[in-house]
């Protein structure tokens, strides 16, 4: 089965086929199924934003769609960058200047947990909709550690395994991060529909 991901992330293409290729589910870009749309995500929540971005790559494509809204929480900013992670300090910046904004922004003397936060939601062209929502605990680091990952990877810290998610191997990341929990919740969910 071929799902369309309606990202121009290749990274999350990449952690989506790591987890979902065990089960004969293959995702390609958007780009590879000839769609170019870029969904503004209005959504208040990131599972309204997933949920828009797949219905409107599935609209367009006409072949079943998959969206991951993910993001970072920080309990000591009241949740933010919350949905507003990839945008976070305005369009200038780079992964590494928004987590440098992050730390810069981190209140002194405060908790610094965190968690990232996935919603999944695929749309299939009948209608249909399949939800799931992954969840990781960890702490913002106070400067950054490791080289692998993307985004906030470097600055997120877990305190049971004393590493950040950039000194994490993919296979370790998968194992336990937010977008890692909610695919294997989304593919149970999708083992049923496609048996039911
Ligand atoms: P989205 O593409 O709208 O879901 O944006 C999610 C943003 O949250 C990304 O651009 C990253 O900044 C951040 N993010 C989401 N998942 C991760 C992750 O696994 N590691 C690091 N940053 C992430």
């Given at each position: ?139 913002i680091a106070f400067a950054p550690m490791g080289e692998g990952g993307f985004g906030y990877d470097p600055v997120f810290f877990l305190p049971k395994l004393k590493k950040t998610f950039a000194q994490l191997s993919p ?26």
């Open positions: 089965m071929k799902l369309v991901l309606a990202s121009k992330n290749a990274k999350k293409l990449k952690e989506m086929n790591e987890i979902l290729s065990g089960m004969g589910v293959e995702v390609c870009l958007q780009a590879d199924a000839g769609v170019d749309v870029d969904v503004e995500e209005t959504g208040s929540t990131f599972e309204e934003n997933s949920l828009l971005k797949a219905r409107a790559v599935m609209e367009a494509s006409g072949l079943a769609a998959i969206a991951d809204d993910s993001g970072l929480c920080v309990d000591a900013l009241n949740g933010a960058p919350g949905v507003f992670s990839a945008r976070y300090g305005g369009e200038g910046l780079d992964d590494a200047g928004r987590y440098r904004l992050l730390l810069s922004n981190m209140p002194r003397g405060q908790a610094r947990t965190a968690k990232f936060v996935s919603a999944i939601a695929c749309c299939f062209p009948n209608g249909d909709v399949l939800t799931a929502r992954g969840e990781c605990p960890g702490t296979e370790e990341k998968n194992a336990i991060s937010h977008r890692g929990l909610a695919l294997q919740a989304f593919q149970a969910e999708l083992e049923k529909y496609l048996n039911r």
